[in-house]
């Protein structure tokens, strides 16, 4: 069973930036995918960003510019560096990981707990 763990959230002002670590444990070597979702108060959940083991990503189209997924295989590691962050970028953000290796906005099969990033205007 895989688990991942989010760190990184927490609260900054409009136009700065945070940068969202992921870690996964259990399962790993099977891990093709890993990536973010993010869910903010009476929203629906969205998809964020996807990095695959080969490197290829895919990024919802509000954060392309902003936002850069990377990840660090060997470690088992996904970040999300997030710049010229946005009041509409508070949600909590979700790490995804799966067996499939896609950047597809799908329902992955691992989700960690959560971690809350909130941005003042």
């Known amino acids: 069973q895989v688990q991942l763990v989010e760190i990184g959230g927490g609260l900054v002002q409009a136009g700065g930036s945070l940068r969202l670590s992921c870690a996964a444990s259990g399962g790993i070597f099977s891990i093709n995918a890993m990536g973010w979702f993010r869910q903010a108060p009476g929203k629906q959940r969205e998809f964020v960003a996807a990095?695959?083991?080969?490197?290829?990503?895919n990024y919802e189209d509000s954060v392309k510019g902003r936002f850069t997924i990377s990840g660090d295989y060997a470690k088992n590691t996904v970040y999300l560096q997030m710049n010229s962050l946005k009041p509409e970028d508070t949600a909590v953000y979700y790490c995804?990981?799966?067996?499939?290796?896609?950047?597809?906005?799908?329902?992955?099969?691992?989700w960690g707990q959560g971690t809350q990033v909130t941005v003042s205007s």
């Open positions: 995804v990981a799966d067996h499939i290796a896609t950047v597809a906005d799908y329902e992955y099969e691992y």
């Open positions: 990095i695959t083991r080969a490197g290829n990503t």
